[in-house]
């Protein structure tokens, strides 16, 4: 459903739509993925019987920034991935204008699919998450990140790594990855008008569930192999890079993975029976193998 809604999307036909760019786009959002963030709008919408087509339009919007996180995070100036998703990255199949212009146009068209009536008939609940996915996105979530990441690798000024401990690795990872899989979890809230005492619950669920996600990859960094991972491994030991691990330790990570996995069943369960797809995914993070 989603890969059609997506597909619907960048269609070719429309006058003014560059075919290049188009198959950039496509190459960039189609090209599998675990569909977390999506299926975390759908799930915890479903906990306020939100229905499901407007669920969809909000979880093809995440995607869509998601998609164009990664295609901008993979260009040389970034991270400097040449593989994603066990295929050539957007910049290495196209070229590095295409990719960043691809990036662009999947972020802007995020905002065009939020704006729709008919992905809430109350203009208010639109605006409110317009406004939720922007502030995830933006300086103070994951581009906001994504530059303390790079400062802390030494990429500005004099080049030097600047040594950062736990907490500075969970709160850069909070706006990096977390603030995405928190917006995830709210919009389900926010599309149902969900009561205010159960958004606390969701955005918990979200930053325990945001902070494992990260912790599971920086194990993966460790002790998986790129054909299995689809991007390169051992890059952050090969930088130097702070990581959870490389503070906490292989076995600290895990334990410290299993307790986020605990926080995250707790804080879902205060909504309710129909929680319980919710608790498993919080399990599929912790235990993912790519």
């Given at each position: 459903?989603?890969?059609?809604?997506?597909?619907?999307?960048?269609?070719?036909?429309e006058?003014?739509?560059?075919?290049?760019l188009?198959?950039?786009?496509?190459?960039?959002?189609?090209?599998g993925?675990?569909?977390?963030?999506p299926f975390l709008?759908?799930?915890?919408?479903?906990?306020?019987?939100?229905?499901?087509?407007?669920?969809?339009?909000?979880?093809?919007?995440?995607?869509?920034?998601?998609?164009y996180?990664?295609?901008?995070?993979?260009?040389p100036a970034?991270?400097?991935?040449?593989?994603?998703?066990?295929?050539?990255?957007?910049?290495?199949?196209?070229?590095?204008?295409?990719?960043?212009?691809?990036?662009?146009?999947?972020?802007?068209?995020?905002?065009?699919?939020?704006?729709?009536?008919?992905?809430?008939?109350?203009?208010?609940?639109?605006?409110e998450l317009?406004?939720?996915?922007?502030?995830?996105?933006?300086?103070?979530?994951m581009?906001?990140?994504?530059?303390?990441?790079?400062?802390?690798?030494?990429?500005?000024?004099?080049?030097?790594?600047?040594?950062?401990?736990?907490?500075?690795?969970?709160?850069?990872q909070?706006?990096?990855?977390?603030?995405?899989?928190?917006?995830?979890?709210?919009?389900?809230?926010?599309?149902?008008?969900?009561?205010?005492?159960a958004?606390?619950?969701?955005?918990?669920?979200?930053?325990a569930i945001?902070e494992?996600?990260?912790?599971?990859?920086?194990?993966?960094?460790?002790?998986?192999?790129?054909?299995?991972?689809?991007?390169?491994?051992?890059?952050?030991?090969?930088?130097?890079?702070?990581?959870?691990?490389?503070?906490?330790?292989?076995?600290?990570?895990?334990?410290?993975?299993?307790?986020?996995?605990?926080?995250?069943?707790s804080?879902?369960?205060?909504?309710?029976d129909?929680?319980?797809?919710?608790?498993?995914?919080?399990?599929?993070?912790?235990?993912?193998r790519?």
């Open positions: 459903m989603l890969d059609q809604l997506l597909q619907s999307e960048l269609a070719a036909g006058q003014l739509r560059p075919a290049r188009l198959d950039a786009m496509r190459y960039a959002s189609l090209g993925g675990k569909r977390l963030r709008v759908v799930e915890t919408a479903n906990l306020f019987g939100v229905p499901r087509h407007q669920a969809l339009m909000v979880a093809a919007a995440l995607e869509c920034v998601h998609c996180s990664l295609v901008h995070d993979d260009l970034m991270d400097d991935d040449a593989l994603r998703r066990g295929r050539p990255t957007v910049h290495k199949a196209f070229d590095e204008a295409t990719a960043i212009l691809a990036g662009d146009s999947l972020l802007t068209l995020a905002f065009d699919i939020l704006s729709r009536p008919e992905t809430h008939p109350d203009a208010a609940i639109r605006v317009i406004s939720a996915l922007a502030k995830a996105a933006g300086v103070g979530g581009a906001g990140g994504q530059i303390l990441d790079l400062a802390a690798e030494g990429r500005f000024a004099n080049g030097q790594q600047s040594p950062l401990t736990v907490e500075d690795i969970k709160a850069l909070a706006m990096k990855t977390g603030a995405l899989l928190v917006f995830a979890c709210l919009s389900g809230g926010i599309l149902g008008q969900a009561q205010s005492n958004r606390p619950a969701l955005a918990r669920y979200g930053s945001g494992a996600f990260q912790i599971a990859d920086d194990l993966l960094d460790v002790d998986g192999d790129a054909a299995t991972v689809g991007k390169a491994t051992g890059k952050d030991a090969a930088a130097n890079k702070a990581t959870f691990v490389s503070l906490l330790g292989v076995e600290g990570a895990r334990e410290r993975l299993q307790a986020l996995v605990q926080e995250a069943e804080a879902i369960s205060s909504l309710g129909d929680s319980g797809v919710l608790k498993t995914a919080a399990h599929f993070i912790a235990n993912r790519n």
